[in-house]
T-cell receptor, first 110, second 112 residues
Framework: TQLLEQSPQFLSIQEGENLTVYCNSS?????LQWYRQEPGEGPVLLVT?????EVKKLKRLTFQFGDARKDSSLHITAAQPGDTGLYLC??????????FGGGTRLMVKP | DAGVTQSPTHLIKTRGQQVTLRCSPI?????VSWYQQVLGQGPQFIFQ???????GRGNFPDRFSARQFPNYSSELNVNALLLGDSALYLC???????????FGNGTRLTVT
């Protein structure tokens, strides 16, 4: 069974601080996706990383896929209250069946 | 264009009852997947359908079943409900079997 572990589970920071969320597995994934989910809504795709060592940037968010394609990180620079939400990583292999991590619940206080 | 729509948005059932959840994919999307998200956890894969055929099944008991219709909409059925089935049930669609998923806002099922 493929498992993805996210850390930390909860994070409460002040506006303007930086943070990093980690997603780790003992399994190799062909690609890894990051989603953000707000209360009452479904997850929304932020980014897909495919190549080992790949780095993608989305405004203040930086995503990295580990060289061995087993882990990933999400770094947010100068966090804002609008970044508050549940961040989920998900790995894919065969087909389009996603294996999700447990999520990191981020709260950014003004 | 409308996104993935799910109905109902909320549902309360009693243990032992049966429930049917419905999902309409984005127009043109032929693949539908179902996920269960228990409170405080990440979503878990239940089923994937593509062109009306089951393409994958997660580690769920036979009480869970699904189907996809000719118009690509889908239903998820759960029989003999247990308290542990209380969760947010998410439907996601994609144009093909391996494209990025677009999630609906889910059906919140509460089993009492």
């Amino acid at each position: 069974t493929q498992l993805l572990e996210q850390s930390p589970q909860f994070l409460s920071i002040q506006e303007g601080e930086n943070l990093t969320v980690y997603c780790n597995s003992s399994s190799v994934f062909s690609s890894l996706q990051w989603y953000r989910q707000e209360p009452g809504e479904g997850p929304v795709l932020l980014v897909t990383v495919v190549t080992g060592g790949e780095v993608k940037k989305l405004k203040r968010l930086t995503f990295q896929f580990g060289d061995a394609r087993k882990d990933s990180s999400l770094h947010i620079t100068a966090a804002q209250p609008g970044d508050t939400g549940l961040y989920l990583c998900a790995g894919t292999n065969a087909g389009n069946m996603l294996t999700f991590g447990g999520g990191t619940r981020l709260m950014v206080k003004p | 264009d409308a996104g993935v729509t799910q109905s109902p948005t909320h549902l309360i059932k009693t243990r032992g009852q049966q429930v049917t959840l419905r999902c309409s994919p984005i127009s043109g999307h032929k693949s539908v997947s179902w996920y269960q998200q228990v409170l405080g956890q990440g979503p878990q894969f239940i089923f994937q359908y593509y062109e009306k055929e089951e393409r994958g099944r997660g580690n769920f008991p036979d009480r869970f079943s699904a189907r996809q219709f000719p118009n690509y909409s889908s239903e998820l059925n759960v029989n003999a409900l247990l308290l542990g089935d209380s969760a947010l049930y998410l439907c996601a669609s994609s144009p093909a079997g391996s494209s990025p998923l677009h999630f609906g806002n889910g059906t919140r099922l509460t089993v009492t």
